[in-house]
């Protein structure tokens, strides 16, 4: 009897680690712009559309799913700050933001808000930043009722997004590393 409940735990053990691992093995595609400077990452099932516009490039996509979405916007040689880019992108998609979670640094602006989308509410972590002549504009969103559960997914995308320059100062310190 003790080896069978033994065996049980541990096979139930077994059966939730793979199951929570599965965000960990789930593969990840990431996307580079050359010209712009940046770069971010997606699951690789999500669906993703590339367009220019009159001022830059927009990234779009959602998941195999449909619950959850993104949107990343470059804006060349903006000449407004990340805090109005921002304040101007929430008036614009008619967003409530959550001032208790807006994050100012002088080159980015972070912050969880609540809209509508096609006439469902969602809710989205939305920013704004300024790296050299680019500004960008990124939103992460699911429905509301589903952001708790793919929160970590959408804050995962969202910390993805860097500079190309980033890679560069890694490789330089892990070289270093190496020497030393």
Do not use: H
Not at 107 to 122: F, L, R
Not at 129 to 149: H, I, T, W, Y
Request: proline share 2%.
């Amino acid at each position: 009897m003790k080896r069978w409940s033994v065996g049980v735990a541990g096979l139930v053990l077994a059966v939730g680690a793979w199951l929570c691992a599965g965000e960990a093995r789930a593969a990840w595609q990431e996307f580079t712009s050359e010209e712009y400077g940046i770069k971010f990452s997606l699951p690789e099932n999500w669906d993703v559309e590339v367009n220019t516009g009159e001022s830059g490039k927009v990234w779009a996509g959602t998941s195999a799913d449909e619950s959850m979405g993104f949107l990343l916007t470059i804006i060349e040689d903006a000449e407004d700050s990340p805090r109005k880019l921002f304040r101007n992108f929430v008036k614009e998609i008619e967003a409530e933001v959550d001032e208790d979670t807006v994050d100012m640094e002088d080159d980015a602006v972070v912050g969880i808000a609540t809209a509508e989308s096609d006439g469902k509410p969602v809710m989205a972590i939305v920013g704004a930043g300024k790296e050299g002549r680019v500004s960008f504009l990124f939103m992460a969103a699911s429905d509301v009722d589903q952001f708790e559960k793919n929160e970590k997914t959408l804050s995962k995308i969202f910390d993805s997004l860097g500079t190309l320059e980033d890679d560069e100062e890694d490789e330089d310190a892990d070289e270093e590393d190496a020497e030393e």
